[in-house]
């Protein structure tokens, strides 16, 4: 039987996460939404396959899903306050719509990575314009779920670099 910390992220003064996984809209449909695009995982399955990716290197992981940009983007804002060091996001639909999120992602100075489950390069062409990439540290597309996995790997390579 396999036991991972689950640790809780509700109180930002008394845990610090190293990293901050953010899910745009409609990504909490993972798995029933689009099977063709996103896969039959869940968010669910993703997060918790992170967190034990990210307990093996002694890594703390917040995640958060929201269908709303302020909710993104206070999740963002308090990454200043909490000791964050890295930024995942897969800003979902907002990637080709949001000036506000990239503002706050500017804002806090966090390195991040910005990741998309299918490869919008294969799909409409408004897909492929995004307000995120120039200024990601690196940007994953098209691998699926497995795509998260290397951001988290390349997240935490960037971590333990910084603690040199």
Do not use: W
Request: glycine share 6%.
């Amino acid at each position: 039987m396999l036991v991972v910390k689950s640790v809780l992220f509700d109180d930002y003064n008394n845990i610090m996460p190293d990293i901050l996984l953010l899910n745009g809209p409609n990504l909490n449909m993972l798995g029933a939404r689009e099977p063709e695009h996103y896969g039959a995982q869940t968010l669910d399955d993703i997060v918790d396959n992170l967190k034990i990716i990210a307990n093996k290197s002694a890594i703390n992981i917040e995640h958060h899903q929201d269908n709303s940009e302020v909710g993104l983007i206070e999740c963002i804002h308090n990454s200043s306050k909490d000791g964050t060091k890295y930024i995942i996001i897969n800003p979902a639909a907002f990637t080709h719509t949001s000036v506000a999120l990239r503002d706050a992602l500017l804002a806090v100075d966090i390195p991040f990575t910005e990741i998309h489950l299918s490869n919008v390069y294969k799909r409409e062409d408004f897909r492929s314009k995004s307000y995120f990439s120039d200024i990601a540290q690196g940007v994953i597309s098209g691998f699926g779920a497995q795509g998260y996995e290397f951001a988290l790997n390349a997240a935490i390579k960037h971590i333990q670099q910084s603690k040199r």
